[in-house]
């Protein structure tokens, strides 16, 4: 068995009356690659923001290893090796595909001990054995971005945008990464082979991956383990032929959900 890298336990998040989470258990064992479903406001987002700090639970804990992460900053969380995308990716939007990469890897070195006042695109970044340029550069052509690299991204398509911003936040060489929709925007015809080629390199690096998808057959084919979020609780955790073929996933989920186009 594995051991467990994420616990969530017994959390809670309201706003108001609405109850977003509520009696979340999960645990993650190292390695794995988990499937996040449900319908739209069943609170998949809401958990992923309770995990990376961008929301604070009303209650319960999470321990990331040995550390409590529950309600510190993204900042901090994020230096400890979790990572994220967002449903709406976050990128300097006047700033090329290259320029955001070297922005992340910017952020690796300035977050190094050996973290200088002074960054070039030549800078070495310590414990990645190349600067930032070359980095940014092995990190496009590795997610096939390198067509995009003097784009501006605010011009760039949804699925690259969505693309760059995982590229992005894999230049931490996070340990656990969350994807929340990252083949929302993107079309039918494009989505399996975008979600093969960054589920490679993702687990290819040795990274836990817990990923929100609303497209069953991608979810199937990707993750080894499903949770199926519904009214803001867990309703079913277990293999995908369990998970996605259990009573109230079928009831509530399976068939019901769309991409949705707004949310963080
Ligand atoms: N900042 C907020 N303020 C108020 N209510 C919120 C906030 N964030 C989420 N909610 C509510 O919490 C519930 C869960 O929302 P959440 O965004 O987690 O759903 P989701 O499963 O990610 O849905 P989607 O598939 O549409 O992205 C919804 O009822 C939503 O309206
Ligand atoms: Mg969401």
Redesign the pocket.
Known sequence: MSQTVLHAKGLE?R??A?V??TEINVEVPEGACLGLI????????????MITGY?KPDEGRITFGSVDITGKAPREITRLGVCRSF?IPQLYNSMTALENLEAAFGIVLLNSASGGWFVSPRTPVPGYGAPIRELAEQALERFELTAYRDKVTRVLPGGVRKVLDIAMAMAVQPKILLL??PTSGVSAEEKFGIMDMVMGVVREAGTTVLF?E?DMEVVARHADRVLA?YD?RIIADGKPDEALNHEQVLKHIVGH?Q??T??Q
């Open positions: 998040k706003f108001g609405v977003a989470a449900g319908t739209n406001g069943a609170g998949k987002t809401t958990f992923v923001n929301l449903q929340d929709e929100v609303h979020f803001g959900t991409h949705a707004t949310g």
